[in-house]
């Protein structure tokens, strides 16, 4: 017997044919990988040994200086203490160990490389890490780090215009960029919009940011949102400013990056092969005026956007 023809077929078929065809693939696309906009923002000092010390004046208030004494009577004597215990930030780690089996990356490499892809999308999961950190930390973060002095309270509602501009008037020594979650963002350009006042753009790294009186207001999903409710930092940054600055350590074994180190291990009996990925980091607040943040600001009655601490 002879097989059938179907007599319907002119042509060969899509499926059939797909057979033959390659398949243009792209790198694995993560969901959770942002901008990272506060990280690229901040003024980063190197350190030594992983300590920063951050040394203060004791009561500046009490320096005494005059005008010239007319009568040549003596002037003023005066000096500037210092504290005897200054405040010292210690990097810290934030690491995982990447295990990938010797099989995939020796059969599975082609066109992507997996052990590259699989070091890629690690070191992108850290760096959320540490952006995190920086904005949550119980030690060393922005909102742990806030004055009593300067954290301001709403009365409830979405950020206003009145809002910013006291956050301004608590960081008005030369402040740089605020920065609170993507909600509050847009509530708060609802807001303007709604008083007749929206605020205008400005475009940096390629991308548009809403700002009031001229400061960015920088977009990230690491600020908490609790029933409904977030906040709003407003900083100073950069040590000849005595603002805020981010801690990292050059120079370390393996660096891929400012403080991130990527350091073989082993493969093991199993042919798992292991890769070390750390990023050291901290942050410190120079002084108290650097930053202010603003607290309870509704940005959607509608919605629950419980905070992961990742």
Same mark, same amino acid.
């Given at each position: 017997m002879t097989n059938a023809v179907n007599p319907?077929?002119?042509?060969l078929g899509d499926e059939a044919a797909r057979t033959l065809a390659n398949a243009t693939?792209?790198?694995?696309?993560?969901? +959770?990988?942002?901008?990272?906009?506060?990280?690229h923002l901040m003024s980063w000092v190197p350190v030594e040994a992983g300590i920063?010390?951050?040394n203060k004046v004791v009561h500046p208030e009490s320096v005494n200086i005059q005008c010239d004494n007319y009568?040549?009577?003596p002037?003023?004597?005066?000096f500037v203490d210092?504290?005897?215990e200054p405040r010292e930030y210690r990097l810290k780690a934030v690491q995982t160990i990447l295990d990938i089996h010797t099989r995939i990356s020796d059969l599975y490499s082609s066109p992507h490389n997996q052990t590259a892809q699989q070091l890629r999308l690690t070191i992108e999961a850290v760096k959320e890490h540490q952006e995190n950190e920086l904005i949550n930390s119980p030690e060393y973060g922005l909102l742990t780090n806030?004055?009593?002095a300067q954290r301001i309270s709403t009365l409830g509602g979405p950020p206003t215009p009145d809002d910013m501009d006291a956050l301004i008037a608590k960081v008005w020594k030369q402040p740089a960029f605020f920065v609170t979650h993507p909600e509050a963002v847009a509530a708060f350009g609802r807001e303007c919009t709604r008083r007749g006042v929206p605020p205008p753009t400005v475009s940096m790294f390629g991308s548009q940011f809403l +700002?009031?009186?001229g400061l960015p207001i920088v977009p990230s999903d690491k600020v908490p949102v609790v029933d409904g409710r977030s906040k709003v930092l407003l900083m100073r940054t950069g040590e000849a400013r005595q603002g805020v600055v981010g801690l990292f350590q050059p120079g370390v074994s393996g660096e891929q990056g400012p403080g991130l180190s990527v350091r073989f291990m082993q493969i093991d009996r199993s042919a798992i092969a292991s890769y070390l990925v750390s990023l050291y980091c901290s942050l410190a607040v120079l002084t108290d005026d650097a930053l202010a943040v603003l607290d309870d600001v509704e940005v959607d009655r509608f919605h629950d956007y419980s905070p992961q601490y990742r």
């Amino acid at each position: 017997m002879t097989n059938a023809v179907n007599p319907r077929s002119t042509s060969l078929g899509d499926e059939a044919a797909r057979t033959l065809a390659n398949a243009t693939k792209t790198v694995p696309q993560m969901s +959770t990988i942002t901008p990272r906009w506060l990280v690229h923002l901040m003024s980063w000092v190197p350190v030594e040994a992983g300590i920063y010390r951050v040394n203060k004046v004791v009561h500046p208030e009490s320096v005494n200086i005059q005008c010239d004494n007319y009568d040549e009577s003596p002037l003023e004597e005066t000096f500037v203490d210092y504290e005897t215990e200054p405040r010292e930030y210690r990097l810290k780690a934030v690491q995982t160990i990447l295990d990938i089996h010797t099989r995939i990356s020796d059969l599975y490499s082609s066109p992507h490389n997996q052990t590259a892809q699989q070091l890629r999308l690690t070191i992108e999961a850290v760096k959320e890490h540490q952006e995190n950190e920086l904005i949550n930390s119980p030690e060393y973060g922005l909102l742990t780090n806030v004055a009593p002095a300067q954290r301001i309270s709403t009365l409830g509602g979405p950020p206003t215009p009145d809002d910013m501009d006291a956050l301004i008037a608590k960081v008005w020594k030369q402040p740089a960029f605020f920065v609170t979650h993507p909600e509050a963002v847009a509530a708060f350009g609802r807001e303007c919009t709604r008083r007749g006042v929206p605020p205008p753009t400005v475009s940096m790294f390629g991308s548009q940011f809403l +700002t009031w009186r001229g400061l960015p207001i920088v977009p990230s999903d690491k600020v908490p949102v609790v029933d409904g409710r977030s906040k709003v930092l407003l900083m100073r940054t950069g040590e000849a400013r005595q603002g805020v600055v981010g801690l990292f350590q050059p120079g370390v074994s393996g660096e891929q990056g400012p403080g991130l180190s990527v350091r073989f291990m082993q493969i093991d009996r199993s042919a798992i092969a292991s890769y070390l990925v750390s990023l050291y980091c901290s942050l410190a607040v120079l002084t108290d005026d650097a930053l202010a943040v603003l607290d309870d600001v509704e940005v959607d009655r509608f919605h629950d956007y419980s905070p992961q601490y990742r």
